[in-house]
Nanobody
Framework: QVRLVESGGDSVQAGASLRLSCVAPGNIISDYHMAWFRQVLGKEREIVATRYGDNTRVIYGDFVKGRFTFSLDGATNALFLQMNNLKVEDTAIYYC????????????????????WGQGTQVTVSS
């Protein structure tokens, strides 16, 4: 089992910034397909950001609109999500996810592709 540990969630006001981190063991960051998802209570989990293709391009959820930046650091086995200009509607639990590279049935934006999930970190944005 791959253990992913997120951190960085907080309660902030609209317009603020947060940086979420996800630490993974060993070479997971470099060998697995990594993504950020979020989920609001009662709604389906949705993609926030992930890499695709040759791992040099990033897909963002439609709601991101240039406000978030996905990055990773293979040297420290960490995945990051820089979130700027946060909005009330960004309030959710944010999850780090990892998919076995052999898992290709579902698209990279589909949560079913991912076998390993962190516990989530709460982001609350108030007006």
């Amino acid at each position: 089992q791959v253990r992913l540990v997120e951190s960085g969630g907080d309660s902030v006001q609209a317009g603020a910034s947060l940086r979420l981190s996800c630490v993974a063991p060993g070479n997971i960051i470099s060998d697995y397909h990594m993504a950020w998802f979020r989920q609001v209570l009662g709604k389906e989990r949705e993609i926030v950001a992930t890499r695709y293709g040759d791992n040099t391009r990033v897909i963002y959820g439609d709601f991101v609109k240039g406000r978030f930046t996905f990055s990773l650091d293979g040297a420290t086995n960490a995945l990051f999500l820089q979130m700027n200009n946060l909005k009330v509607e960004d309030t959710a639990i944010y999850y780090c996810a990892a998919a076995d590279p052999r898992s290709r049935v579902y698209s990279v934006v589909d949560p079913r592709r991912y076998q390993h999930w962190g516990q989530g970190t709460q982001v609350t944005v108030s007006s």
